[in-house]
């Protein structure tokens, strides 16, 4: 069974910055693609960036050049750096980590709020 588990959610000002981790764990289990997205109130569940098991990156337009998404394989975790945070990040954050095959497990999410 794999397990995936976020960390690093919180509340923070405007301008600010905070790091998301997760790591995925289970028998015999190795991450390929891995990613974050957001859902905030209201709306729909959302890309944020997302990294290949090769290190190749993608983002959301609306944070590019404030997050930074890495990884570290042999530990199966994924990282989210949020730099120059905005009120509109706010939301529940989800990691969703895909394992070679084509299966892929989620979070259970984490509660990022910025205030103004």
């Known amino acids: 069974q794999v397990q995936v588990a976020e960390s690093g959610g919180g509340l923070v000002q405007a301008g600010g910055s905070l790091r998301l981790s997760c790591a995925a764990s289970?028998?015999?289990?190795?991450?390929?693609?891995m990613g974050w997205y957001r859902q905030a109130p209201g709306k729909q569940r959302e890309l944020v960036a997302g990294i290949t098991i090769g290190g190749s990156t993608n983002y959301a337009d609306s944070v590019k050049g404030r997050f930074t998404i890495s990884r570290a394989n042999a530990k199966n975790t994924v990282y989210l750096q949020m730099d120059s945070l905005k009120p509109e990040d706010t939301a529940v954050y989800y990691c969703r980590v895909s394992q070679i095959g084509g299966n892929f497990y989620w979070g259970q999410g984490t509660q990022v709020t910025v205030s103004s």
């Open positions: 289970g028998s015999f289990f190795a991450a390929n693609a």
